[in-house]
């Protein structure tokens, strides 16, 4: 996308002849239709996605097909990402006795998200799909639909609403605390489960398409002072590109880890 | 941990796993959505209130009642005994 948007914004002033001055990068450029029309479009994010999934089973399935004792190094990449998953944030969090239900759930998550992210900076895609709200929308249904339906399963409707709250605190408090704690089981923790990765790939790619454009707009439109800034400009670009890979493996990690967190609460019977 | 009182044949793979408890707490990401469910859920309806009553002093009180309410609840569950 900063490819895309550095190519317009070089023909645009040409085209016309003059630049008016530094465009920064607004949310609407974010929104790239390829066909369709209203709801009902298509964009360039989905397309993204589509794409990012198939690389996945693609991949996946032909690092593991001739699964040998001794790894390839494909296969050896797969078991470690995987292994990562399953004992780090799996088992360690759910426990050794559920947990194996939940790891085709959470490594999904893990390695969709994260493939996802870095597409945000690796050049011909540049274009976090989890940037687009609706994407960690659809993933945190998922995961709430889940710890949901595994607690009502595991101790039945009653018990599952009533375990939420803590025991042993003096009456009067449990009027103000039992609102916040369904609020929060309810609708507080999907939603800043879902805003927390949005927002985190949203605004790290606005400051990486402003470092990119405002260098170029310094470089190619302004005085000789200009164009020496530029290049701090686009040294911030280069240094964040490296925050970002930090920030998207971190992001996806945080995400699988709290989906397993509230699996394991809904599961869990001390409280 | 396997003993006489489990299933009685645990594969060498639960074995292997065996003896992992999981978390007895959360981690503190998520103690972040209990400080912001507070101020919420006691700030909107007191932020409702003065909508309907016409005032606009219910607000504040009810923020910061819900953010002590988070933070009681915070400790009581993820604090040290």
Known sequence: MSLHLLGTSLVAPMASGEGEGFHAPTPEEFYWPIFGSGHWTFTRPMAVYLISIILLCFV???????????PSKGQWLV???????????????????????????????FSV???????GIIPPVQYPTMSRIGFPIALTLIVYAVYHIAGVRRKG??????????KGLPKPIYALIIPLEYATYFIIRPLTLALRLFGNMFAGHM???????????????????LKITSIGSFAMALIFTAFEALIQFLQAYIFTLLAATYISDALSDEH | MSGPTDEPDL??????????????????????????AGPIVFGLPAYVGDRLLGTNWIVLPGVLVGMAVSLYLVWVRYGSD
């Open chain 1, 60 to 70: 996946l399935v032909a690092l593991t097909k001739r699964a040998a004792i001794v």
């Open chain 1, 113 to 119: 998200i994260l493939l996802n992210n870095l597409f």
């Open chain 2, 11 to 36: 594969t060498p793979l639960q074995q292997k796993d065996a003896g992992h408890p999981g978390r007895t707490t959360p981690p503190m990401w998520d103690a972040m959505s209990y400080v912001l």
């Open chain 1, 79 to 109: 078991e470690q990402a995987y292994d990562f998953v399953r004992n780090t944030i799996a088992r360690d969090t759910i426990g050794s006795k559920d947990f194996l239900r939940f790891v085709p759930l959470l490594f999904s998550l």
């Open chain 1, 207 to 225: 400051l990486l398409l402003l470092f990119i454009m405002g260098g170029e707009y310094m470089l190619l439109h302004g005085g000789i002072g």
């Open chain 1, 157 to 166: 409707v009653g018990h599952y609403l009533t375990g939420m709250i803590p």
